[in-house]
């Protein structure tokens, strides 16, 4: 069996989105590399070797069905601290000159296509929550590799460019409303929500029934600020109809890890 042709269309819309991070980072002198960014206690450096990192262990884990050893080890390491793991990785790897740092991204990202494409069609990968299919992985790569990129964006005082790629985003953060409600301790409510959401592009995307008495709209940007927890609330264009849309998006978040605190409200 070989991959639908979605695989692809995914693994080029994570490429373009890593590639456009990469030329806003690629000239930035050894300073800047250090400048904070609205992730607290992370500088450029730092975001960086989160995305490298992940993308290395996405890679053992997609190889998993070849040789489960170097998964295994990795995940024996992380149940070592489970809490700080990652960061500690994170940070690690973040001492290396910007050069290196570029240099071992540069060859991840090729790396970890390769590797997804590799994986059996039908089979899924072991990951540090439920084992993921090839094209899960590769939707949450993205996710994450959009949400951090905002966070080296704000740091510069970039403004990115807006595109329909972050629909990747926005499945994701509509597939999570059970997951947001569970992990902040929540009951998730009975009624189903119908979302529609406006594109950059300034196409309509929808889910959910048509007929559902609870609905999210508004713009599709802000709705994946806020499943990333780039933005407060009360700064997106969001209308939520019903309680339990309305509870949804005071804990939206489509990112593992325990219940974040999002960003506070600029107005």
Not at 4 to 15: E, H, V
Not at 57 to 68: M, Y
Not at 137 to 149: C, Y
Not at 179 to 202: H, I, K, M, W
Request: aromatic residues 8%.
């Amino acid at each position: 069996m070989t991959h639908a042709p979605l695989l692809d269309d995914l693994l080029a819309d994570l490429a373009a989105e890593g590639d456009r991070l990469r030329g806003v980072v690629a000239d930035l002198t050894d300073e800047q590399w250090v400048t904070d960014t609205p992730a607290e206690g992370w500088t450029i450096a730092t975001t960086i070797a989160h995305l490298l990192w992940t993308d290395e262990a996405a890679i053992l884990a997609a190889r998993s069905h070849e040789d489960k050893g170097p998964w295994d080890a990795l995940v024996l390491a992380g149940m070592a601290d489970p809490t700080g793991f990652v960061d500690t990785a994170a940070l690690e790897i973040a001492q290396l000159p910007p050069a290196e740092l570029l240099a071992r991204w540069d060859s991840g990202r090729p790396a970890l296509a390769d590797a997804l494409r590799g994986v059996p069609a039908g089979e899924k990968m072991p990951w540090f929550g439920p084992p993921m299919s090839a094209t899960s992985m590769v939707t949450a790569r993205f996710m994450e590799t959009w949400a951090h990129s905002l966070d080296v964006y704000d740091a510069l005082g970039i403004t990115p460019e807006r595109s329909d790629r972050i629909k990747h985003v926005a499945h994701i953060g509509v597939r999570t409303r059970g997951f947001s409600f569970a992990n902040a301790g929540l009951d998730v409510p009975e009624a189903p929500v119908r979302v529609e959401l406006t594109a950059p592009s300034g196409d309509l995307w929808t889910w959910g029934p048509d007929d559902a008495a609870e609905t999210v709209r508004g713009s599709a940007y802000d709705f994946c600020l806020l499943a990333t927890q780039r933005v407060h609330r009360a700064d997106t264009d969001l209308v939520a109809q019903g309680p339990g849309a309305d509870a949804w998006l005071d804990v939206a978040q489509c990112f593992a890890g325990p219940a974040g605190g999002g960003r506070e409200a600029s107005r």
